[in-house]
């Protein structure tokens, strides 16, 4: 396994590597979510292609200078979980070396950002793709395997590879979880105690709320009532947002018709958790 800080080393690296190669951009603070979509680009590399990780907590997609100095950085453990699923290249840059101080370029979604993350937290999706479009860049992957936990950010960048024509295949892997239900997330660490057992209730509120709809109510006014009264029934809870959306479009919709998606982000203090279910017709 290669640890490489320098774009310019990646970039070498990745090109004379075997091909396939798939990446994973990840921020570090690897758990058993990361490791899933490692083990999966190892299958999809198979054993002549090269499975390439990036760690690198990207500044430009911050909307909290708090979040950002918290983010946790243990690069050792992270390197040794790379290892252990048998990553072969790590990409590990600073931001001074991704980032010209006087960069005046920046990749935009305009549509499926309007809503949901990209509502709250502005310049998010902005930051996320532009990072994105340099990674694949950098690395010349022919495919790169995001977790389907951030949904609005798969989306996203599945949108950003049609509409801009990158020879990127994106694979969605499904949500690893917490025994007790709570998707795991680098940031839950960063949770209180007390937080960290109430946080279940998030998913729990979810599942609540599709409940409801299997027993044939459609209306997103009674769907989101009942998982707001499941979160806000704790002491902690705090909801950034609760919305359901189309599917496809995320937009929001105010009856299940076709396909649609409840997604919530909640605080507990600081701590930014985001969860979300499928609801079919
Ligand atoms: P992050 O380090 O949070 O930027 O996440 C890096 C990649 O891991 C993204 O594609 C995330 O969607 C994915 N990921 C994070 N948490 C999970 C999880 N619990 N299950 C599956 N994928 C995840």
Redesign the pocket.
Known sequence: MQVIADPAGFRAAATSSGSPLVL???????????R??IRRARKLAGSTGTVAVSIFVNPIQFDRAGDLAAYPKPLEADLAACEAEGADLIFTPEAGSMYHPDRSVTVTESLLSRHLCGATRPGHFDGVCTVVLKLFLLSGADSA??????FQ??AIIRRMVRDLDVPVEIIG?????EADGL????RNVRLLPDHRADAPRIRQSLLAARDLLATGERSATALLASARAGIEGSTFAKIDYLELVDAETLQPVSEIERPAVLATAVFYGEVRLIDHLTLQP
């Open positions: 994973v951009p990840t921020m570090g603070a690897l758990h058993e979510g990361h899933a979509l395997v995001f977790g389907e936990k951030d950010q798969l892997h499904p949500t690893i979880r998707a795991m997330s680098s």
